[in-house]
């Protein structure tokens, strides 16, 4: 806590629990140590990034006072999380009876011949608490050092078995894909061959139907011709006799 004459400040840094993308807001708490009204302005060097609520007030004597500095959500985090933004806290005496209305600029001007109080506040980012790690069952009181150390050992030696066979698998997959596809190729192929050799066992037997219906044909006409010759024959015999 920083003791002034007029004010007390608690505390006397903006800490802010910074993450990318959230708005995330800081208090102060101004105490006024005299018997006096007291009338306080909070500026800041950085007015586009941060919201103070409220900027301006009146204490009453022995009274305290909540100022809530909220910091606009950020796209990018600075180097090592050092801010360089500040915040200027001005507090002066007025009158009994004051009110926020009465504050003006010119009450905290210097060269009128006011007494103005001035307490720099820096602007401190911390980094969010990590969640804790899982802890393994060996790790647990009452267990040896060097059965944890084994125990590591065989779990490592299972991973890089799990990682080699897993890569091996990897490298061997593309292979198996190449000799499966060159199988449907050569199946498909010998099939499609097979179709045509059908077809073309079927064409032939229909031509052989063919000519040999054709030749029943001819042999039946020549068997009908001769017997119509041999009934003409038989018949001009008859009449010669």
Do not use: W
């Not at 004459?5 to 903006?14: G, N, Q, R, T, V």
């Not at 993450?19 to 800041?44: C, P, R, W």
């Not at 200027?88 to 007494?115: P, R, W, Y």
Request: charged share 25%; hydrophobic share 35%; proline share 5%.
């Amino acid at each position: 806590m920083n003791t002034a004459e007029l004010l007390s400040i608690d505390p006397h840094e903006l800490k802010f629990v910074f993450e990318l993308k959230k708005q995330i807001s800081s208090s102060l708490q101004l105490s006024n140590n005299t018997d006096n009204y007291v009338a306080f302005k909070v500026k800041t060097t950085n007015p586009k990034k941060y919201c103070v609520r409220p900027n301006t007030g009146i204490i009453l004597p022995r009274s305290t006072c909540d100022v809530m500095v909220t910091m606009q959500a950020q796209k990018e985090a600075p180097p090592d999380l050092v801010c360089k933004d500040k915040f200027l806290l001005q507090s002066v005496k007025t009158h009994d009876g004051a009110t926020t209305k009465d504050i003006s600029a010119e009450m905290f001007n210097k060269e009128l011949g006011h007494v103005v109080e001035e307490s720099k506040l820096k602007v401190v980012y911390v980094a969010p608490p990590q969640p804790p790690s899982p802890v393994a069952e060996g790790s647990e009181e009452g267990s040896s050092p060097r059965g944890s150390v084994s125990e590591n050992v065989n779990v490592n030696g299972a991973d890089s078995t799990t990682v080699a066979r897993a890569f091996t698998e990897r490298h061997e997959a593309p292979e198996k894909s190449a000799e499966a596809k060159a199988l449907i190729s050569r199946l498909t192929e010998e099939k499609n061959n097979a179709i045509q050799q059908n077809n073309k066992l079927h064409q032939e037997l229909d031509l052989l139907r063919r000519e040999s219906n054709k030749k029943r044909g001819g042999v039946s006409m020549i068997f009908v011709i001769l017997i119509g010759l041999l009934g003409i024959i038989m018949g001009y015999l008859m009449k010669k006799t």
